[in-house]
């Protein structure tokens, strides 16, 4: 039906949830990064990691408040 697009709805939840919104469709993934993660637990938690930056990794989540998943990730990715 097309009520609103996939942009609208990706800010609309990154404010509610207080995170910083990423589309993969218009990132450079480093690829070395996003070999951190199994792609076992990536496929499982819907989570890439896809940047490092200021000793960061940066991590996309299909869902953001998925505790399991950040725990899970984080702990694998150390």
């Known amino acids: 039906m ?6 609208a709805v990706l ?3 990154s404010a509610e949830w ?3 919104p990423v589309d993969l469709d ?3 993934i ?10 076992a ?3 499982k938690m819907f ?4 940047l490092r930056e200021d000793g960061f990794i940066l991590v996309a989540m299909a869902c953001p408040r ?6 899970q990730s984080t702990n694998e990715i150390r």
């Open 2 to 7: 097309g009520l609103t697009d996939r942009t």
């Open 11 to 13: 800010q609309a939840l």
């Open 18 to 20: 207080k995170v910083k």
């Open 26 to 28: 218009d990132l450079k």
């Open 30 to 39: 480093q690829t070395d990064v996003a070999k951190l993660l199994s792609d």
């Open 41 to 43: 637990t990536a496929r």
């Open 47 to 50: 989570c890439l990691p896809f």
């Open 66 to 71: 998925d505790p399991p998943a950040g725990r």
